[in-house]
Structures are given as structure tokens and as C-alpha cells.
Nanobody, 115 residues
């Protein structure tokens, strides 16, 4: 079992920046592949960025060059640095831990990009 708690969501103006954090507990964090997903109103949840246990990263095309995912295994935390934010980035952002057939989700944190 893995418990995930996201934080860092906020209201920010277009062009601004935010850093989301996801703190994990309950298991060995370093063995899990970690991902950030988002869900906007009326839309399906989508993958934004992921980092494997081995450190490989993958990004949704629309966030490449603007978002950076990273993990600190010593702190059991995964981060999403978001720059040059756009109104279309507005969503609830969720953290996910996955290993083989097991997957765990956090409760989400709201990011709103608006002037």
C-alpha cells in the first residue's frame, strides 16, 4: 500500500509558475514508477508526465519544455515544476504510483490558470 498526498496547487496568472509536490508513505518509494495526471472539468484524466523507478521521464507533448518532473527518493517525494502556465493547464492534478499491477492515487490538487 502507498499513500500519496499532493500539494502546491494554486491560482496563478498565465505565464506564471507553480511547483507541485507529492509525498508518499507506506512502502518503498524508490521502486515505484511515478506519474502526474490531470483532469479538467468535463474531460478525461490524462497523463502529464511520468518518471520511472530508473529515472526515465516522459511528457505529454503540450507540456514539453514547460513542465519538469523529478523525484527525490530520500524524501519519498515526486515534484512537477510547471512554467509558462496557460489557461488550458487548469485542472485537478493527481499523483500516481504504479508497480506491476498495482496503482495508487492521491486526492488531487487544484491548479487554476487565469487572469
Amino acid at each position: 500500500q502507498v499513500q500519496l498526498v499532493e500539494s502546491g496547487g494554486d491560482l496563478v496568472q498565465p505565464g506564471g509558475s507553480l511547483r507541485l509536490s507529492c509525498a508518499a508513505s507506506g512502502s518503498i518509494f524508490s521502486i515505484y514508477n511515478m506519474g502526474w495526471y490531470r483532469q479538467a472539468p468535463g474531460k478525461q484524466r490524462e497523463l502529464v508526465a511520468e518518471v520511472t523507478a530508473g529515472g526515465r521521464t516522459n511528457y505529454k507533448d503540450s507540456v514539453k519544455g514547460r513542465f519538469t518532473i523529478s523525484r527525490d527518493n530520500a524524501k519519498n517525494t515526486v515534484y512537477l515544476e510547471m512554467n509558462s502556465l496557460k489557461p488550458e493547464d487548469t485542472a485537478v492534478y493527481y499523483c500516481r504510483a504504479e508497480r506491476y499491477a498495482s496503482a495508487y492515487w492521491g486526492q488531487g490538487t487544484q491548479v487554476t490558470v487565469s487572469s
